[in-house]
């Protein structure tokens, strides 16, 4: 397990400007996750740092070697690939095995049986290994997937989506496991997703990309209770952040502020407050409440306890925990106040 | 009233009656498809004289005359010239004795069998192994001018090859490759390359780079990547497009006749030839077809399970 350092890297496809001026250090046992929606450079990154592309500009590092121009043979990294994952015309145990027995890490047919049923274990496909690989289910197929990196000791694992074509419960199943191998094994990990649980629930520190730049890379609660623009706080909570143009509010702001962005459990519903709304739509969680709400023209949500009666179009009465608010200015920028 | 319907199988799939007419069709076709392969493989067994009869006998005391025939050449005698002779010591002297013949050497045919199986199995094998390589290239690496490149190795194909007779006929003479088998792989190949080249193409756009991509990460070179990962999954289109090349240059009859004439002849000019006495000599002329049916049909046959398609594409999640 090696550090895994990213310096001004740039990459293009033809005209599109995949990744540019990337820079972040995936520290030695870290899990990275980075999040951004389809075609913000979060796969490509990947590629570049397993040597499938090549950069155009900047450096990668990882330990203390320089890989930028290294075949993907010599970085040392294990790739988890979001579909396509296992070699067809052989089984799981051929699946599992195939990295140990590449001619670069010689290793004994007992060492390779070993380390083969181990990782079996880890992930509960032991019964499987006779299988052949296209006669397992989508949760079964993942799993040899991702064993097929865990057989290695690679200087970092890069997983791309690995989790995405899964069902809900097998998703939050293999999301722990994944987390709990992860712990066990100390390993550098790089999870790439557009999933905000997924990034909350497993990263030390999410990265988020928006059209290959970095805008903000913390830890999951400074990314969630402090983000550095209204991109990054869209990104994380469900029900989204509420945002709503500053004047709406009569706060005293800065003229620099535009725009006022407040999480939904931060919006009360209090009888005695003094702002009002009219209730657009419920929805019922079960163990929460989300109550749509229009607030001159803007829809504000707010999640409240279940046991709160209210009707659909009823006029409500909410304010909002001041020292929650969040301020953004004209440029969807976040301002400290 | 509910009318009565059969829930054991789904709406979309084939009633049993319809099952039934749709094998009763292919059955039909099948016989009649047969008969051809029937007649020319009886014959084969029959004396010279039950060939040419008309009607055709359907029941006919099997004779051995044609392989005979096929495999030897024969001189005629007078009938006092054979009777001086010792009387026949083998089952085969004794059917050439019996139309007043001596056996007067072995004939031309096996060798011709042989030339073709090296010409066609040959230039089959270069075919794919160029195609295979050109294809992988054409589908995954970035190459300048690809798409004309691959639209002149379509053009190749696209007059008839006949139509280059003469130039090549005349090259090869001052070549030497005039009735060589090397001369003759090569003319194959060229041909079959075109075809082989867009097939497997086809075939290799469909394995996904990500199994490559891999199996790099994993430690491997392109290279072995290629033969541990590739080449098992494209063996249906190599199988497939392996057929269709071996088909055409064991059958190819055109350049054979004009190339060949004696040391590298196959057999599509050299059965022809086969003449009898006062007539064709038909027995031998079925026997020398059955037998020249026999590889193709048997190659096809090995290859067999490789052409149904989409055995191993089952790992691929879409």
């Known amino acids: 397990m090696s550090e895994v350092k990213l310096e001004n890297i740039s990459k293009n496809f033809d005209q599109i400007q995949a990744v540019s001026n990337l820079s972040f250090t995936v520290k030695h046992g870290e899990f990275v996750v980075l999040l951004g929606p389809t075609g913000a450079g979060k796969t490509t990154t990947l590629r570049l740092i397993a040597g499938l592309e090549w950069a155009d500009e900047g450096r990668i590092q990882i330990g203390d070697m320089d890989v930028t121009k290294s075949q993907p043979a010599e970085r040392d990294v294990a790739f988890v690939f979001q579909q396509y994952s296992l070699y067809p015309n052989y089984s799981v145990y051929e699946n599992l095995a195939f990295p140990l027995r590449s001619p670069l890490r010689k290793s004994s047919k007992q060492e390779i049986d070993k380390k083969v049923r181990e990782v079996a274990g880890i992930l509960h496909i032991e019964d499987k290994l006779q299988n052949r690989s296209t006669h397992l289910s989508g949760g079964e197929m993942q799993r040899v997937a991702i064993g097929r990196a865990l057989v290695r000791d690679p200087n970092i694992f890069l997983m791309d989506e690995p989790l995405s074509s899964l069902d809900a419960k097998l998703r939050e199943e293999l999301r722990l496991e994944l987390k709990n191998i992860q712990v066990n094994l100390g390993a550098t990990l790089l999870y790439v997703t557009h999933d905000h649980v997924e990034a909350t629930t497993m990263a030390d520190r999410i990265g988020v990309l928006k059209e290959g730049e970095l805008i903000q890379f913390d830890t999951p609660s400074n990314i969630y209770n402090s983000p550095n623009s209204i991109y990054v706080a869209n990104k994380l909570g469900s029900p989204k952040i509420n945002i709503i143009p500053a004047h709406l509010l009569a706060v005293d702001v800065p003229e620099t502020v535009k725009f006022i962005g407040m999480r939904p459990e931060h919006v009360k519903i209090d009888e005695s407050a003094k702002l009002e709304a009219k209730v657009e739509t419920i929805q019922n969680l079960g163990v929460e409440e989300i109550i749509s709400m229009n607030f001159n023209g803007e829809i504000i949500r707010a999640t409240v306890r279940p046991d709160e009666a209210h009707k659909v179009r009823d006029s409500i009465k909410f304010n909002i925990d001041t020292e929650n608010i969040l301020f953004f200015d004209e440029a969807s920028q976040r301002v400290q106040i | 009233?509910?009318?009565?319907?059969?829930?054991?199988?789904?709406?979309?799939?084939?009633?049993?009656?319809?099952?039934?007419?749709?094998?009763?069709?292919?059955?039909?076709?099948?016989?009649?498809?047969?008969?051809?392969?029937?007649?020319?493989?009886?014959?084969?067994?029959?004396?010279?004289?039950?060939?040419?009869?008309?009607?055709?006998?359907?029941?006919?005391?099997?004779?051995?005359?044609?392989?005979?025939?096929?495999?030897?050449?024969?001189?005629?005698?007078?009938?006092?010239?054979?009777?001086?002779?010792?009387?026949?010591?083998?089952?085969?002297?004794?059917?050439?004795?019996?139309?007043?013949?001596?056996?007067?050497?072995?004939?031309?045919?096996?060798?011709?069998?042989?030339?073709?199986?090296?010409?066609?199995?040959?230039?089959?094998?270069?075919?794919?192994?160029?195609?295979?390589?050109?294809?992988?290239?054409?589908?995954?690496?970035?190459?300048?001018?690809?798409?004309?490149?691959?639209?002149?190795?379509?053009?190749?194909?696209?007059?008839?090859?006949?139509?280059?007779?003469?130039?090549?006929?005349?090259m090869y003479r001052k070549l030497g490759l005039n009735d060589t088998h090397l001369g003759m792989i090569v003319l194959y190949t060229v041909v079959n390359l075109s075809l082989s080249v867009w097939l497997l193409k086809g075939f290799i756009d469909e394995i996904p780079k990500e199994y490559e991509e891999a199996a790099l990460v994993d430690g491997y070179s392109r290279l072995s990547a290629f033969f541990k990962i590739i080449l098992p999954q494209a063996a249906t289109g190599i199988a497939a497009t392996a057929i269709f090349c071996l088909i055409f240059s064991w059958n190819e009859y055109a350049f054979a006749i004009l190339l060949t004439f004696r040391e590298a002849q196959t057999l599509p000019p050299f059965i022809p030839t086969i003449i009898g006495e006062g007539g064709l000599d038909w027995p031998a002329i079925a026997t020398a077809t059955s037998i020249f049916m026999l590889p193709v049909i048997v190659f096809t046959i090995i290859l067999r399970k490789h052409l149904l398609r989409g055995i191993t594409f089952g790992a691929v999640r879409k």
Do not use: C, H
């Open chain 2, 1 to 170: 009233m509910s009318t009565n319907i059969d829930t054991s199988r789904s709406p979309l799939e084939a009633t049993a009656f319809s099952k039934r007419i749709a094998a009763f069709i292919v059955i039909i076709y099948a016989a009649i498809a047969i008969i051809p392969m029937l007649l020319i493989v009886t014959t084969a067994f029959k004396s010279t004289t039950d060939a040419i009869t008309y009607p055709p006998k359907i029941l006919f005391k099997p004779s051995l005359e044609g392989v005979v025939n096929l495999s030897t050449q024969r001189t005629r005698q007078s009938k006092e010239y054979l009777k001086s002779l010792p009387p026949p010591r083998t089952w085969y002297e004794k059917i050439v004795r019996k139309r007043q013949m001596v056996i007067a050497g072995p004939s031309r045919f096996f060798q011709r069998f042989v030339n073709s199986l090296v010409i066609g199995f040959g230039s089959t094998f270069f075919s794919v192994f160029l195609g295979t390589l050109a294809a992988y290239a054409f589908s995954r690496f970035k190459i300048p001018l690809k798409d004309d490149l691959l639209f002149f190795i379509l053009s190749t194909r696209m007059f008839p090859p006949i139509a280059a007779a003469v130039p090549i006929f005349l």
